[in-house]
């Protein structure tokens, strides 16, 4: 069973996946953390050079991302808070736009999914990554809530950023994500359509768990 959870940035698409991997026992592929770590590895290789595509290229292909539960290990260093900052957030969808770069993404995540039962959260999971996934769906809310969201978020990791300046930089973010000719944000038809605006993930799963159960 595959099953794929795209939408743009805040819409609860990670905390359902991983609900929904612990349910039923299949395993949780974080593909955004996967681009996050390669923007990581660009900032601290090369700086804030982002329109030099061929050192990204390169920093991508030599970069082994590794997963151990709720950790995120790049070449063996543990990077999982040093991905979630701003400064990466705001960047990844820079090494996200490079083709390389999500050529080498797409296979490594595909390869996970031969011998797994897996759910894959990102942005092109049932468009690229896993066009035959028996479920896919597409969660998004409004964008005032998805920011309401994050910045409750960073507001427990000690964050000063107003509700505006969080919400422009998801707008951005989902802009540059949409606007992308590889691999673009988008609804495949066959998706099913979750409007999370107002509801509680309780009750975004239950709603998931429906639809899951059917295609067991
Ligand atoms: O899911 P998350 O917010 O961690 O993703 C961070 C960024 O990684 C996205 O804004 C997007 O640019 C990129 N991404 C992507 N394709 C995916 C997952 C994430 O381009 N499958």
Redesign the pocket.
Same mark, same amino acid.
């Given at each position: 069973m595959q099953i794929a959870i795209?939408g743009?940035?805040?819409a609860g698409?990670?905390t359902l996946a991983k609900k929904i991997a612990a349910a039923y026992k299949m395993t949780y592929l974080?593909?955004?953390?996967?681009?996050?770590c390669i923007?990581h590895c660009v900032l601290n290789q090369i700086g804030d050079r982002f329109d030099n595509e061929a050192d990204i290229v390169k920093i991508a292909g030599a970069t082994v991302i590794r997963f151990e539960g709720e950790q995120v290990f790049c070449n063996d260093k543990d990077v999982t808070r040093e991905?979630?900052t701003p400064l990466v957030?705001r960047h990844?969808?820079?090494?996200?736009?490079i083709k390389a770069v999500?050529d080498l993404?797409?296979s490594q995540?595909r390869e996970y999914a031969k011998d797994h039962a897996v759910v894959? $959260?990102?942005? /092109?999971?049932g468009s690229?990554?896993l066009p035959d996934a028996e479920l896919k769906f597409f969660l998004d809310a409004d964008v005032r809530e998805r920011a309401q969201r994050r910045k409750k978020e960073m507001d427990e990791k000690g964050n000063t950023k107003a509700l505006e300046e969080i919400k422009t930089d998801i707008e951005n973010? $989902?802009s540059? /994500?949409r606007n992308?000719s590889e691999?673009p944000?988008v609804q495949v038809p066959d998706a099913i359509v979750i409007d999370t605006t107002g509801k509680s993930i309780e009750e975004v799963y239950e709603e998931m768990k429906i639809h899951i159960d059917e295609a067991q």
């Amino acid at each position: 069973m595959q099953i794929a959870i795209d939408g743009p940035a805040g819409a609860g698409k990670s905390t359902l996946a991983k609900k929904i991997a612990a349910a039923y026992k299949m395993t949780y592929l974080d593909t955004g953390a996967m681009y996050r770590c390669i923007a990581h590895c660009v900032l601290n290789q090369i700086g804030d050079r982002f329109d030099n595509e061929a050192d990204i290229v390169k920093i991508a292909g030599a970069t082994v991302i590794r997963f151990e539960g709720e950790q995120v290990f790049c070449n063996d260093k543990d990077v999982t808070r040093e991905i979630r900052t701003p400064l990466v957030s705001r960047h990844t969808s820079d090494v996200a736009r490079i083709k390389a770069v999500r050529d080498l993404m797409v296979s490594q995540q595909r390869e996970y999914a031969k011998d797994h039962a897996v759910v894959m $959260d990102g942005r /092109d999971i049932g468009s690229v990554v896993l066009p035959d996934a028996e479920l896919k769906f597409f969660l998004d809310a409004d964008v005032r809530e998805r920011a309401q969201r994050r910045k409750k978020e960073m507001d427990e990791k000690g964050n000063t950023k107003a509700l505006e300046e969080i919400k422009t930089d998801i707008e951005n973010r $989902d802009s540059n /994500d949409r606007n992308r000719s590889e691999g673009p944000l988008v609804q495949v038809p066959d998706a099913i359509v979750i409007d999370t605006t107002g509801k509680s993930i309780e009750e975004v799963y239950e709603e998931m768990k429906i639809h899951i159960d059917e295609a067991q």
